[in-house]
């Protein structure tokens, strides 16, 4: 089988380009290299030693001949034979080191998002949460952008709902998120057509089912989505 070949160009600029495509939490320069090559649109990248992140291009950066090293901030210009977009594109769904597909989570590198659908028994908001917890999961699922919403709410069956992570505060009757015991007001929802509609029948918890979110009673029995936070 022949090699494809690749070659990064470190490229030395002063400040980070700001007309990056897309900006993706890594943990090393090798897997900052690995989601540009992956991506048959990707000319360059930049990792982030501080953050740590990986910033993707889809245009060469040109070097500042003022500039100096500075290994906190390493940008690289790709270069690739033809045969390395078919070849990556076999190893986009790549396990993250972090990701347990032991345990039955799956990696999605477009999203960095790894998750886990409990599809085989319904169970009320607080068992969904706790389980999520306990084998390692960080917690229910949060889908706060249209490109998870649009991915997670086509593995759920129609008829069917999963249970996501957000519930309506007791007191503002506001929509939050839990960090702790701190709550965060949700920035994102995409609620279904004619919903949240209970607010005064107790339905103070969220799930998802084909046509968006809705919200619903947290004694409901529903499969639910867990997602570990990277």
């Keep these: 089988m022949a090699a494809a070949k690749i070659v990064l160009d470190l490229v030395l600029i002063t400040t980070l380009p700001t007309n990056y495509t897309k900006a993706i939490k890594v943990g090393s320069v090798l ?20 953050l740590p992140m990986c910033f993707l291009y889809q245009q060469s950066i040109q070097e500042d001949p003022s500039a100096t090293s500075n290994m906190d901030l390493l940008l690289y210009n790709l270069k690739r034979g033809t045969e390395c977009n ?3 594109a076999r190893s986009r769904k790549s396990r993250n080191p972090v990701c347990n597909v032991k345990k039955g989570y799956n990696y999605e590198p477009d999203m960095d998002v790894c998750y886990k659908y409990h599809s085989s028994e ?4 607080a068992a969904a949460k706790n389980t999520c917890i ?21 593995l759920v069956p129609s008829g069917s709902f999963a249970y996501i992570q957000g519930d309506r505060h007791d007191t503002t009757g506001e929509w939050v ?8 007001v949700m920035s994102y929802n995409n609620w ?3 919903q949240p509609n209970g607010a005064h029948r107790g339905q103070d918890c969220i799930s998802i089912d084909p046509t968006g979110q809705h919200d619903a009673s947290c004694l409901f029995t529903n499969y639910f989505f867990c997602e570990k936070y990277m």
């Design 177 to 184: 998120y839990w960090e702790e015991t701190t709550a965060v």
């Design 134 to 154: 306990n084998e390692g999961g960080s917690n229910l699922l949060k889908v706060d952008s249209d490109k998870k919403q649009d991915f997670f709410k086509k």
């Design 122 to 125: 319904k169970v009320k908001h």
């Design 86 to 88: 078919e070849v990556f």
């Design 192 to 194: 279904a057509a004619g």
């Design 31 to 50: 897997d900052c290299a690995l989601e540009c090559i992956r991506k048959p649109r990707c000319d360059a990248m930049a990792f982030s030693a501080p």
